[in-house]
């Protein structure tokens, strides 16, 4: 079964401090990787897209990684700032097509 | 540029009633979908159209569940009757392709409680 497993489930970090986030995927056949961050009562907003190809991609202080041999990605985030409180949620691209598949998120709380 | 408009953004109603909520997707994008999202877990995909063709309902209880785009532009999808276990925020996406490229442009959801 195509699956997204995100850990932590949970994080608190002060303001200023970095913080990684992991992500493993079972999804076969893959086209490309997603992070999406979902503030508290809104939809999801891409912060990252990946391909097979691409080992790294940053989006101002979010820098996600992919390794898919081992079928693992990460999301780092520097500096922290209080409006990065937020769900972080990995999305796997199934096949040649837009269907995603979505891990149920690390909820981050930025604490001043 | 207007985003993915979604409304009502919360509705609360009794168990056995029927409810729709609607979406009108960014201008010019022909692929619409429709996510169910449970507290603490990501979207999951209940129906996907392709201009006014529903082209994967495969995850949608269509016991309850029906959903409609005529015209391949708004969207609404209704449940009737309701249960308790409906109680989730429906997202609706659009997106201009359906190629694992294109970008899904999320709405705010509809957080729907059912008593």
């Known amino acids: 079964k195509n699956q997204v497993e995100q850990s932590p489930q949970s994080l608190i970090i002060l303001e200023g401090k970095n913080c990684t986030l992991q992500?493993?995927?079972?999804?076969?056949?893959?086209?490309?990787l997603r992070w999406y961050k979902q503030d508290t009562g809104r939809g999801p907003v891409s912060l990252t897209i990946?391909?097979?190809?691409?080992n790294t991609k940053s989006n101002g202080r979010y820098t996600a990684t992919l390794d898919a041999d081992t079928k693992q990605s990460s999301l780092h985030i520097t500096a922290s700032q209080l409006s990065d409180s937020a769900s972080y949620i990995c999305?796997?691209?199934?096949?040649?097509?837009?269907?995603?598949?979505f891990g149920a998120g690390t909820r981050l709380a930025v604490h001043p | 540029e207007a985003g993915v408009v979604q409304s009502p953004r919360y509705k609360i109603i009794e168990k056995k009633q029927p409810v729709a909520f609607w979406c009108n997707p960014i201008s010019g994008h022909n692929t619409l979908y429709w996510y169910r999202q449970n507290l603490g877990q990501g979207p999951e995909l209940l129906i996907r159209?392709?201009?006014?063709?529903?082209?994967?309902d495969s995850q949608l209880p269509k016991d309850r569940f029906s959903a409609e785009r005529l015209k391949g532009v708004d969207s609404t999808l209704k449940i009737q009757p309701a249960e308790l276990g409906d109680s989730a925020v429906y997202l609706c996406?659009?997106?201009?392709?359906?190629?694992?490229?294109?970008?899904?442009?999320f709405g705010p959801g509809t957080r729907l409680t059912v008593t």
């Open positions: 992500c493993n995927y079972t999804v076969s056949p893959f086209s490309n």
């Open positions: 159209y392709e201009n006014e063709e529903a082209v994967d």
């Open positions: 996406a659009s997106s201009s392709g359906t190629s694992a490229g294109d970008e899904q442009y």
């Open positions: 990946m391909t097979f190809s691409e």
């Open positions: 999305v796997v691209s199934e096949g040649g097509y837009n269907k995603l598949i």
